[in-house]
């Protein structure tokens, strides 16, 4: 074992991984430029190794949410092609840095977003969505996200395609499982 996963048992903030956002105004964070950048860029390279600044602007996120509320939001991406939002870049780098990953189970029409540990089992994952599954767990239907999207979700094409794959209880389960647990209800 390393000393890092030593240190880890014990939860020390220390042995965790940091994430640097440097806030800025609207005009700094769409030219994606800042004076402030560089500098503290590289204090934090000499200090902790080449950590990585995330450049955002909460008035640019505020503005994004508003034409979010009024369903605007594609015509202004249309006609604003090099502007993006840091939301989905801080939480994928948040999930990342505590070693989490997202799996998905569907009922019906519904799906749900889970999360898990990097690493862990499909009964993890089972007792996760409910302990009873995971304790009566007879085996899951996996499918990747990627190739969900890819066939729009068509069960069909998907099974088709040999795309959707049994799984036991030994299967460790990735970033972006789409799971059916089969389990026995009695």
């Not at 840091?86 to 780098?93: D, Q, S």
């Not at 890819?150 to 030994?170: H, M, T, Y």
Request: glycine share 2%; aromatic share 14%.
């Amino acid at each position: 074992t390393t000393q890092l996963e030593v240190l880890s048992k014990y939860k020390l903030i220390s042995s965790k991984e940091f994430m640097y956002i440097l806030n800025v105004n609207e005009r700094e964070y769409l030219r994606h430029r800042s004076v402030w950048l560089e500098p503290l860029q590289a204090v934090i390279n000499n200090k902790y190794n080449s950590e990585e600044v995330i450049l955002m602007s909460i008035p640019f996120e505020n503005n994004i949410m508003s034409y979010k509320l009024s369903n605007e939001i594609n015509e202004y991406f249309e006609a604003n092609p090099s502007h993006s939002s840091m939301i989905n870049t801080i939480i994928m780098n948040t999930y990342k840095s505590l070693y989490l990953i997202r799996f998905y189970t569907y009922v019906n029409d519904e799906i749900y977003c889970w999360c898990s540990r990097y690493g862990k089992s499909i009964l993890t994952a089972a007792a996760i969505v409910d302990i009873n599954m995971a304790r009566k767990f007879i085996r899951a239907e996996v499918i990747s996200y990627r190739d969900f999207k890819k066939f729009n979700g068509d069960r069909d094409r998907l099974l088709a395609e040999k795309l959707i794959k049994v799984q036991g209880k030994k299967y460790i389960v990735n970033d972006g499982d789409i799971i059916e647990f089969k389990y026995k209800l009695s």
